[in-house]
């Protein structure tokens, strides 16, 4: 899976779990950029992206998520 099919996919599940689009992924992005990306809904598009790649992130891995960019490269060393 490329760079682009993994933003597709994560920019999919931010709108389905935070019901709007009104977003723009980059790598800087973080959850405070974005209406409604509190505690609650980040625990969901974490476990929804856990489904939909197939993955299982460790506490390690949570721990380097700082931006979009460095959920991106979490998530490509997985796959």
Known sequence: MNRDQIVHTIRQTLADILEHDDFSIHDELTAK????????SHMLIITQIEK???IKFKLRD???????GSLIEVIQSKL
């Open 62 to 68: 949570l721990n380097k998520l700082k931006n979009m």
């Open 33 to 40: 950029d974005v209406d409604g990306w509190d505690s609650l």
């Open 52 to 54: 939909e790649f197939g």
